[in-house]
């Protein structure tokens, strides 16, 4: 049932993996300054801002393309 997906760079990481990695490379500070949203500036978790990144499609975008951006 899944197939491959060659035009898409994130097919196969979680957004956890994503998030992780941003975290681990900017820093929460860092990460609120790129992208401004409250999850990442007022008592930053990763599963706090995981929820509010899956139900935010316009904020899950913008992680998505700091990563790709970052880590490409």
């Known amino acids: 049932m899944s197939q491959a ?25 860092g990460l609120s ?15 706090s801002s995981l929820k509010f990144l899956r139900k935010t499609p316009w904020a899950r975008e913008k992680v998505e393309q700091l990563y790709l951006s970052t880590f490409a």
């Open 33 to 47: 300054e790129r992208i401004n949203v409250n999850c990442f500036k007022n008592d930053p978790s990763i599963k």
């Open 5 to 29: 997906q060659p035009n898409n760079p994130l097919h196969g990481i979680t957004l956890q993996t994503i998030l992780t990695q941003l975290v681990d490379h900017y820093g929460w500070g």
